[in-house]
């Protein structure tokens, strides 16, 4: 059985109810700022050196577990009326709702468990960090943050403002399990003796010191029944870490009705994978990465692979870049006095999948990708600048920006962010070098965030520039810059002739030149390429052929077999400044003439398209 300590103030003053209002205001709404905060702790605390794991569940208790609540645990209530109001509420619920968020692989909340006595040597205080002290500063290099806010979200979102606590300590063999339960409510005043005795508002349940003044938690066999018995995950032989209940946990709607549970579940899916796709890549290295698990009533829900996650995949394939170490396709940002590098970029663009939704309405991804997520080394995404989307609405692109994993840089980041971590704010930064680093990152991060979508016209058939296809043209041509052949640099003439006659016949590296909504009997999307014939002095050159084929980071291969619709070359049309001769799916015959050449491609669904060409010179095969 546990007892209550209700909090005095010391002699020096404490931090009481208000404590919440000193850490500012979160951009996320409630629930995402709790399962971010959360699980933001709990990779800071993945110190072990294997993946850690994240169990979120979503339940009722049962009658059984109620009578524990109600007997064990919380039989003793505050004396403020409005806390014990709010708890006998719960406790008269016959099956109040409650949110767990579990974790294993995790270091638990080991260390002393008052704040007053410290041991000498001590480095370890995550249970007084968590359960005593008010926003400690980390202590885990190029860790995502403080224990502050998230704190906070976890009493928010609880009706009667009530965590319980169960945490299996790694190394600690006296106290390897601790249980205990924490309140939050309104200081108040109890009189005694002729004076108020005064109180915080903060109440723990455990077990009480023998002079009554404070409350340590269950330990050992104590701690495990209890936490068993209100139905905590079971936590074999070295499955540390630490379990939260939220009592009477809720999610209301803006008509302030309760949301339904699954719906809840998908919100914090999406959650989950908005803001933690970096640490849940097959390429995050194993003892960095995050594997979750989502339940409602004992029933999981699928969390998606983000890289089969439209949007997410774009964002990976950026993030793939940056971790592949080769740099050919990646923006260093640079800071010039002084000198340092600040963080690498990474864009990438591609035709937009099909959403997978997991919400009808109020979903946190967007319709169009056009963001920069930003992240410091821990590979947490702190936040989404969004940019200008591409013209063309079946485009869509995503940058990662991850600072630099130097110490003074990194650093100048973690303190640019906010008590709730979802932004970096230069202004929170005295004048120096630091803000100097924020600042200059910031401004190019919103200079590629605006700059990834323009486009420079190109020249239409007879020479026009600024029609809407030649925008999309330029923009299909960034996303496939790295196509097969050789690299397009001359522009149409008004003869249709090219300059001097290269040394062979050839035919230029095709461009993507516009979409087309179907063409003839083909009803889908047809991707339009550009190319130049350029002949030789022998004019040697009689006809183009060539094949279409899937596009991947600009580059093309081959469909593979498995592949039910597969990149189909439907016509080629071949024009000199005399004529135009259309061709078929097989080729256009250009009798050794020079000038410009169009490929019409029927483009697969989900997929970009790339077109690789030759020329055949007379007999040739």
Not at 47 to 71: C, H, N
Not at 528 to 555: C, M, N, P
Request: hydrophobic share 35%; net charge negative; with cysteine.
């Amino acid at each position: 059985m546990m007892n209550l300590h209700s909090e005095q103030y010391g002699k020096s003053g404490n931090i009481g109810e208000n404590f919440r209002r000193l850490l500012g205001s979160p951009s996320l709404d409630p629930l995402q700022t709790l399962i971010r905060e959360s699980v933001q702790n709990i990779l800071d605390a993945a110190k072990l050196g294997e993946p850690p794991e994240v169990l979120i569940r979503l339940r009722q208790l049962s009658r059984e577990q109620m009578d524990v609540l109600a007997t064990k645990a919380l039989h003793d209530l505050p004396k403020e009326e409005g806390s014990r109001e709010r708890l006998a509420r719960i406790i008269d619920t016959e099956r109040p709702m409650v949110l767990e968020i579990c974790d294993f692989g995790t270091t638990g909340l080991g260390g002393p468990t008052r704040s007053d006595q410290m041991p000498v040597g001590t480095t370890q205080t995550d249970f007084i960090d968590f359960l005593r002290n008010i926003g400690s500063s980390r202590d885990t290099s190029h860790g995502g943050g403080t224990y502050g806010f998230g704190k906070v979200s976890l009493y928010a979102m609880s009706s009667c403002n009530t965590i319980l606590v169960d945490t299996y300590v790694n190394g600690d063999s006296e106290k390897s399990r601790r249980f205990m339960g924490c309140h939050i409510g309104k200081s108040f005043d109890v009189e005694n003796n002729g004076y108020l005795q005064r109180y915080t508002g903060r109440h723990w349940w455990g077990e009480l010191s023998p002079e009554g003044d404070f409350a340590e938690p269950l330990i050992n066999e104590s701690a495990r029944i209890l936490a068993s018995s209100l139905g905590f995950p079971d936590r074999e032989e070295g499955r540390t870490g630490t379990s939260i209940m939220i009592l009477g946990f809720e999610v209301r709607n803006e008509e302030g009705s309760l949301e339904p549970l699954e719906l809840v579940g998908r919100k914090i899916v999406e959650t989950l994978l908005w803001n933690f796709w970096p640490r849940m890549m097959v390429s995050t290295p194993a003892g960095r990465r995050l594997t979750c698990k989502v339940e409602v009533n004992g029933e999981g829900l699928v969390i998606p692979a983000p890289e089969l996650f439209p949007p997410l995949d774009l964002f990976c394939q950026a993030m793939n870049k940056i971790r592949s170490g080769n740099d050919s396709d990646v923006d260093m940002i640079s800071c010039q006095r002084p000198a340092r590098d600040l963080g690498k970029l990474a864009i990438q663009k591609g035709l937009k999948a099909k959403r997978k939704r997991l919400l009808e309405s109020g979903s946190t991804f967007p319709r169009i990708a056009s963001h920069i997520a930003v992240m410091r080394p821990v590979e947490l995404v702190v936040r989404y600048f969004q940019g200008d989307p591409l013209p063309d609405e079946r485009l869509e692109w995503g940058g990662v920006f991850v600072v630099n994993s130097d110490d003074e840089v990194e650093q100048a980041f973690a303190d640019a962010e906010p008590p709730a971590h979802d932004d970096w704010v230069p202004d929170h930064l005295p004048k120096g070098h630091p803000k100097t680093f924020v600042n200059v990152a910031l401004r190019e991060i919103k200079k590629a965030a605006r700059e990834v979508a323009v486009v420079s016209a190109s020249p239409g058939p007879q020479g026009e520039a600024g029609h809407s296809l030649a925008k999309v043209a330029g923009e299909i041509g960034a996303i496939l810059d790295k196509g097969l052949g050789d690299r397009a640099g001359r522009k149409r003439t008004s003869s249709g002739k090219s300059g001097s006659a290269p040394g062979k016949v050839k035919v230029t590296r095709p461009i993507f030149d516009r979409l087309l909504d179907g063409y003839g009997s083909h009803s889908g999307p047809v991707a339009v390429f550009r190319s130049e014939v350029l002949q030789d002095a022998s004019k040697s050159g009689v006809r183009v052929q060539g094949s279409a084929l899937f596009a991947i980071d600009g580059g093309g291969f081959s469909s593979p077999n498995d592949v039910v619709e597969k990149p189909e070359i439907l016509e080629f049309c071949f024009e000199t400044a005399s004529c135009r001769t259309v061709g078929d799916m097989f080729g256009v015959d250009v009798n050794g003439e020079a000038g410009f050449l169009e490929v019409l491609v029927a483009v697969p669904k989900h997929g970009a398209v790339t077109v690789s060409l030759s020329v055949l010179p007379e007999g040739g095969v």
